[in-house]
């Protein structure tokens, strides 16, 4: 089964789609990072699965993992920051996802270098999927999505953050806002498809929870594990890409050597060095790469590299707790950042600026950070995505609402729609 095959990768998402519960990371064949185990996985239909709330989260899923160490895939809220920090989540949540949810599929494709493995269930299934009918139902009609927070709210509220700033709260926030439709039907995989093609990023996901469904363009891995090995990878920094070579190449280069981004990405460095020491085995944590910089369909990106190795005796999900949520998409002081989030944000996170990805029988593990990320609740048709960035004391906080625009141009894209004016 050749999956570079575009029919057949369709046919093979359409498949999976058919269960209650399926989930596919798709790295989209990306040359530029070495540490992907798949190219494509597709996990389908559930043979166990649990779900857990915040306060034991957790060390629910390190019983669940440890009873029947097998393939596992999940989601991991940023609502877990009230179990891995004493920290609570005040703002209005429209998409009720999970906490944490874990499935053992029933069926697990694997791909890679071209080589088809069916890894869970019977090979035959690979003869169902060839056979699958394709669907012509289109994606949607243009869905125009409203911000919840107007601009001047949004000017006023960077402004109040850089005074907690000078203050000395804190010296970055991770700010973002919330785009949202109310009930409008879509057809989720489509508009997945859609996405992928205008976007297509290293670690996509498409995460179907029976009626909840997660749509996701990622650039960014949170952390994987290799062995004893972990291995992080925060993205911060963001310019525009340009249809011009010498112009797109301009714009990479003073990415490469804008001040103000390598600020904001070596203070994620260090919160993120300080996350990995805590599972870490003395003097193993290392920056491996720095500033670099990563090129996607709509924007250019400022991403470092940070490993190291497990201290023996620290179980892999503990590794994955003293690190969530990402750094990335915090801030820091980490602590400080997430209370400051909650005040001045408008919608609880949730699934957004969490993670998904999977777990291996050996204890490895991939997963991203949900980000670039359309969210959808088919019983109630409430469709949601949220962007931001990096509010520091030089930020200017009409260049940082430029940015969130940027950001959000994939999915604006994908839904055909421009923002009218907010509520």
């Given amino acids: ?45 559930v043979k166990t699965d649990v779900q857990a709330s915040c306060g034991n989260a957790f060390s629910t ?18 609502e877990l920051k009230n179990e891995t920090e004493a920290l609570q989540s005040n703002n209005p949540d429209e998409l009720h996802f999970p906490d944490l949810y874990f499935f053992r599929p029933l069926y697990l494709i694997a791909f890679k270098d071209g080589v088809t493995e069916v890894l869970i269930g019977h090979p035959a299934v690979l003869e169902d999927i060839t056979a699958t009918v394709l669907s012509s139902e289109e994606p949607h009609n243009d869905i125009y999505i409203r911000p919840k927070m107007s601009k001047e709210t949004y000017l006023r509220q960077v402004e109040m953050l850089q005074e907690h700033i000078q203050k000395g709260d804190c010296y970055e926030v991770t700010f973002c806002q919330e ?106 944590v290392k920056v491996t790469e720095l500033f670099g910089i990563y090129s996607f369909p709509q924007v250019h990106q400022m991403i470092s590299t940070v490993q190291s190795e497990l201290q023996t005796g620290v179980h892999f999900i503990d590794a994955l707790k003293n690190t969530f949520p990402m750094g990335s998409m915090t801030g820091a002081p980490k602590i400080r950042a997430m209370q400051l989030i909650d005040k001045y944000e408008h919608s609880k996170r949730g699934a957004y600026s969490g993670s998904v990805g999977y777990i291996t029988p050996m204890g490895n593990f991939d997963f991203n950070v949900l980000i670039r990320t359309l969210l959808y609740q088919a019983s109630s048709g409430y469709l949601s995505f949220q962007v931001g960035g990096a509010i520091t004391y030089g930020s200017d906080a009409e260049s940082e609402y430029n940015e969130c625009l940027l950001k959000a141009s994939a999915l604006l894209q994908t839904l055909k729609g421009l923002p009218k004016q907010p509520f």
């Avoid at 999976?16 to 596919?24: E, M, N, R």
């Avoid at 989209?28 to 070495?34: D, F, K, S, T």
């Avoid at 749509?215 to 340009?242: H, N, W």
């Avoid at 103000?260 to 003097?283: C, F, H, P, Y």
Wanted: hydrophobic letters at 35%; one cysteine or more; aromatic letters at 10%.
């Fill in 179 to 284: 785009y949202r439709a109310s009930s409008v039907k879509i057809n989720p995989l489509a508009t997945f498809k859609r996405l992928n093609d205008i976007s297509p990023a290293p670690f996509a996901s498409y995460f179907k929870i029976k009626d909840r469904y997660i749509l996701s363009a990622s650039p960014e891995r949170f952390l994987c594990k290799r062995g004893q090995q972990l291995i992080s990878q925060p993205i911060k920094g963001t310019t525009r890409r340009s249809t011009d070579p010498v112009i797109d190449e301009q714009l990479r280069q003073q990415l490469k050597n804008n001040l103000k981004e390598q600020t904001e990405n070596v203070m994620i460095v260090d919160l993120v060095r300080n996350d990995l020491t805590k599972s870490a085995r003395r003097g193993t």
């Fill in 61 to 78: 899923l390190k019983a669940f993992y440890e009873e029947s160490p097998d393939w596992m895939f999940g989601l991991l809220s940023y």
């Fill in 1 to 45: 089964m050749n999956i570079n095959d575009p029919i057949i990768k369709a046919k093979a998402l359409q498949w999976a789609d058919g269960f209650d519960v399926c989930c596919i990371l798709d790295n989209n064949q990306y040359e530029g990072n070495p540490y992907h185990a798949y190219d494509l996985l597709i996990a389908a239909g």
